[in-house]
Structure formats: structure tokens, C-alpha cells
């Protein structure tokens, strides 16, 4: 994959600059697509908004390069308590996640605004790019080869403008979705208010996430990073919702639960409609929606962020791809086939927390059930974490592959440490734009590596920088150089991988899921998965 110097031309319009918007510029520009982003906004947030970030996107972030620097303006929450009112304190059902099998067994607690300016300084560090704020998009035309926009620029004038592909990473209310006539289908679920405010008297440990709430009025409450807590509140009449006074009405609805903390007067406050919609599609021709564009749901579990930069994460790789003449444009319709069965499930895991914190009419003994159901908590931090995500339902496979333990294709690849001093993991090796080969050699080492070595030159040949393969073990700088091995001295990859004494050539996406996992002897079955996503450079010639 050649890397020539960025052009002057952007080749892709990203409308809007939040973390999703923000992350795919990230994913185009280090795979040297130029990018242009604009964002209507009259400049960068700084409200807080949301402030939940899971442990799948921290595992993205530090793919990225950026978790260390996210990690200085970050509080490490363990989970959420779901105070119900008829238990004592020590019976509260909770969602510990401090359980998974992740190097971040937690979730973070940021401000948005923080969060987001931590992207935008890396974008400028690293790539030289900043977001056009004041610069609205006001009309797109699509052809078959180019997508004509329309912006209103700061200064008052109008300019035009052709891209080969615009991304609508622009909100809820999305103008590129509306533009291409994309159905938002859904409902309303409730409304919620929410503020930034310093409180008094509070007693609950404030490290955790903590759901209060009765059979009509809720309020979810924890500590930010600074001087502020978050409060969300919400009850079925909206009388406190919409309410005027809003500290008085957080107030009032905390005294009616019985919470005690006193709330003083807060730095910003905001109430909105909870949706429960998905887009009918995610692409239409040269035209892609991303992120709240595309789905949107419940606050409840704090999906929302994680999620939509996730959807970014998947599409960059594959839209660079296909800007840099390597894939075919039909690579762009596993984005929304791997995306959108996740959107839903998200979706859906969101309503099932909705239910337990704000199904209102319902007493809270009958709502305490739900959380009594077998395998509640394992699930729910699995899922909201984004480890659980998977996309083995659509993956395509060779035919007739040996069926090995371990991780499916389509799952989130594990993590595994490989050397403790100096500190390796497999994240470390795969830390680059492209698939990662790992060549886990079992009971024979060196028939591994001789056929790892000739897997790797056909790869090169075929598929010319975009494929990144790394042997886990011992040998010659002559087979595998000092950059393209790892010794492994804690076997903690054949554990979470499963690998036998026959050993494993493993296959890792460019976004960190499992593209395939199969014996040595199979290793040319990875030259025809990866030719399902590339197209080849040359057709080899039988040996």
C-alpha cells in the first residue's frame, strides 16, 4: 500500500465534528486519505454532555494512540449500584465491571467537551487538521461518481464543492440523512433532563454510577472529573422535565426519592426527548450516515458515544480501501451490514436497562426481577462494554475450514500480554492500519514458521502493505526480523485463543475483531478471506 504525500483535494466530506465524526477523520487520515470536516457549530463544545467511555472504544483509543492522554482527564468508574427502594443497601443489585477480560475491567467517567478536545489535539498534533466551525452544509447532489456540496461559510458567502464520498456524522436531526430521504424509524420513549452541578451532603460512593428511582420519578447520579456531579432525571408527566427552575426541580425530585444530597446551582442544564430509531439504511450510493445519524436510543448504560465512534472505527478502514483503489465499493456494504444488527442490539440492551431504572407504573419489586434473571450482570457488562459485540452472524468464511476452539470469526479479538519485561501484547502488535497475521507456532515450531514465512511472502505479494504478519515465538532474523516477532513467555495467548499443539495462523481485522483463526496447514484459506475484502495486487502462478 503505497503512502504518498496527502493531496490538496479532500476525498472525503465528513459533516460534523463530534467524536464520531472526529474518530473517522482519524481512521481516513492516517491511512493518508485527506479529509475535510465541517461542523455548524460556532465552535467546540464545552458542555459535557455525554461522559461515558466503555472499555471496547479505550481498547480502540489505545489502538489509536490517544488512551494515554485521555486516560490524565478521565475518573475510572467500577459500575453502576440500582438503588431499589424496598432493599437495603448492601442487597442493591449492581454491574461490577472490574470482571472484564480487558486491560480496561471498567468504564471511564469524562466530560465530553474534554473528551473531544483530546481528539481534536491529536488530529492537529499528528495530521495538521482542525474542524471548519460556522460552516454548515445546505444541499448535497449525488451522482454515481462524485457528491456535489453546498456550505454557507462564516464570512456570509456560499461555496460549491465535489468529493468522491460524504460521511453524515451530523446528529439525531442529521442533514445528509434528511437530504437522501433515509427513514429514521422509531419512537419516543420518555424525556429526560439532565445537569452539571455541585452538590452537598452527598452520602453514596461516588465512584460508582448510582440509579435511584420509584414507581413514577428516577434520577441517576455520579461524580465527573473536577468540581461537578451529573444528574439525569426523568418522570412520566415531564411536569419536572420541562420544568423552569431546574435546580429546584432536581431538588424536589431528589427529596420526593429520598436521595439527600443537596443541589446547588448548576453550570449548565439540559433537557431533551429519549428517541428509539435507526436508520432504514446506512448508505445511499456516495453518500454514508454514521454514529446518531444512523441509530440513536436510551441514555440508559451509557452506549450512546461508544457505539457511533465504533461505527466509525468499522467504516474508515474500509472506505480507505476503497479511495486508495485496493477494494471494491462493495466492501462499503458490510458497514452497514456489520453495523446496523449492532445499532439494534444496542438499542435493545438500552430499552432492557431502560425498563429496571425508568419503567414507570411499574412498582420497583416487580422491575427488581428483571435483575434476578440468570446471567444478568455477566451479560449486561459484556454488552455495554462492547466486548460482547460481534459480527460472526455475517461473516463470510472459506468453505470446509477445520473447526477450531477459541474465538469465532466475527468476535472481538482478545487481548493476551506476551512478554511482561519490557510489557508486549498482542494490542501492542497490531497497533498499525492494517490486518495483523499472528503465528502461534504449537508442538512444531518449525514447520510454523517455514509455512508462516511463505504465507507472509504470498501476502506481500498479493496484497502489498496490508498485511502485517508477526510470529509469536523464537527464530532466526533471516525468517521473521526483530519488528515481526515476539517471544511469548506467559501462554496467555494459546489461553485466550485456545491454540493447541497444532498450532494457529490468527487473522485480525484492521478494527481489532477476529477475521479468521485456523491451522497452519489452512493458512491458504486467509489468502482467500482477505481477497473478499482487497482486491489482489497480481495473480500468483502455481507453484
Not at 78 to 101: A, K
Request: aromatic share 10%; with cysteine.
Amino acid at each position: 500500500m503505497d503512502t504518498p504525500p496527502l493531496s490538496e483535494s479532500p476525498q472525503v466530506l465528513i459533516v460534523g465534528a463530534g467524536p464520531t465524526g472526529l474518530i473517522l477523520a482519524h481512521e481516513l487520515l492516517r491511512r493518508r486519505i485527506p479529509v475535510r470536516i465541517v461542523e455548524k457549530r460556532r465552535g467546540p463544545s464545552h458542555t459535557t454532555r455525554a461522559m461515558t467511555v466503555h472499555a471496547r472504544s479505550m481498547e480502540m483509543f489505545e489502538h489509536l494512540g490517544v488512551a494515554h492522554r485521555l486516560e490524565e482527564v478521565c475518573l475510572e468508574c467500577p459500575g453502576n449500584i440500582y438503588h431499589f427502594p424496598h432493599l437495603p443497601e448492601d442487597r442493591q443489585p449492581r454491574t461490577d465491571y472490574r470482571s472484564l477480560p480487558t486491560r480496561f475491567p471498567f468504564y471511564y467517567k469524562i466530560n465530553q467537551n474534554d473528551f473531544e478536545q483530546v481528539l481534536r489535539e491529536h488530529l492537529y498534533t499528528t495530521y495538521s487538521m482542525v474542524p471548519e466551525y460556522r460552516t454548515e452544509v445546505t444541499r448535497v447532489d449525488a451522482s454515481d461518481d462524485e457528491v456535489t456540496a453546498e456550505f454557507a461559510l462564516p464570512d456570509g458567502t456560499t461555496e460549491t464543492q465535489t468529493f468522491p464520498w460524504v460521511v453524515g456524522c451530523d446528529g439525531v436531526r442529521s442533514f445528509v440523512r434528511q437530504a437522501e430521504g433515509i427513514d429514521f424509524v422509531g419512537e419516543r420513549v420518555a424525556a429526560m433532563a439532565m445537569m452539571d452541578v455541585e452538590l452537598s451532603n452527598v452520602t453514596f460512593d461516588d465512584r460508582w454510577m448510582n440509579y435511584y428511582f420509584t414507581r413514577d420519578l428516577f434520577m441517576n447520579c455520579t461524580k465527573l472529573p473536577g468540581k461537578y456531579w451529573r444528574i439525569y432525571m426523568s418522570e412520566p408527566t415531564e411536569e419536572y422535565v420541562y420544568a423552569d427552575d431546574k435546580r429546584q426541580a432536581f431538588q424536589e425530585v431528589a427529596d420526593r426519592i429520598g436521595i439527600g444530597f443537596t443541589v446547588g446551582e448548576p453550570v449548565w442544564a439540559t433537557s431533551w426527548e429519549i428517541l428509539n430509531n435507526i436508520a432504514e439504511r446506512y448508505r445511499n450510493g456516495r453518500l454514508l450516515i454514521c454514529g446518531d445519524a444512523s441509530h440513536v436510543h436510551s441514555p440508559s448504560g451509557g452506549q450512546g458515544m461508544n457505539g457511533c465512534m465504533q461505527d466509525a472505527f468499522n467504516l474508515g478502514w474500509k472506505l480507505a480501501a476503497v479511495l486508495q483503489g485496493d477494494a471494491d465499493e462493495a466492501i462499503l456494504d458490510t458497514y452497514e451490514q456489520e453495523r446496523k444488527p449492532i445499532g439494534e442490539q444496542v438499542s435493545q440492551g438500552a430499552l432492557a436497562t431502560h425498563e429496571i431504572v425508568m419503567g414507570f407504573g411499574v412498582d420497583p419489586e416487580e422491575r427488581w426481577e428483571l435483575t434476578q434473571a440468570d446471567g444478568w450482570e455477566h451479560n449486561t457488562i459484556r454488552l455495554v462494554s462492547g466486548l460482547a459485540h460481534t459480527y460472526r452472524d455475517v461473516v463470510r468464511l472459506p468453505a470446509n475450514l477445520t473447526e477450531v476452539g477459541g474465538p469465532r470469526a466475527g468476535d472481538r479479538a482478545p487481548d493476551a500480554t506476551l512478554t511482561t519485561e519490557p510489557a508486549k501484547r498482542v494490542y501492542d502488535v497490531c497497533r498499525r492500519p492494517q490486518f495483523t497475521l499472528l503465528i502461534v507456532p504449537g508442538g512444531d515450531p518449525t514447520a510454523a514458521v517455514e509455512q508462516g514465512g511463505r504465507l507472509r511472502d504470498e501476502l506481500d505479494a498479493l496484497f502489498p502493505g496490508y498485511v502485517h504478519s508477526h510470529l509469536i515465538g523464537e527464530c532466526s532474523d533471516e525468517e521473521f526480523d526483530f519488528d515481526h516477532r515476539t517471544p511469548d513467555e506467559t501462554g496467555e495467548i494459546s489461553e485466550r485463543y485456545d491454540v493447541d499443539g497444532r498450532g494457529r495462523f490468527v487473522l485480525i481485522r484492521p478494527d481489532l475483531y477476529l477475521g479468521l483463526s485456523c491451522l497452519p496447514e489452512e493458512g491458504d484459506r486467509i489468502t482467500e478471506y482477505v481477497s473478499q475484502w482487497l482486491t489482489p495486487a497480481r495473480t500468483l502462478t502455481p507453484a
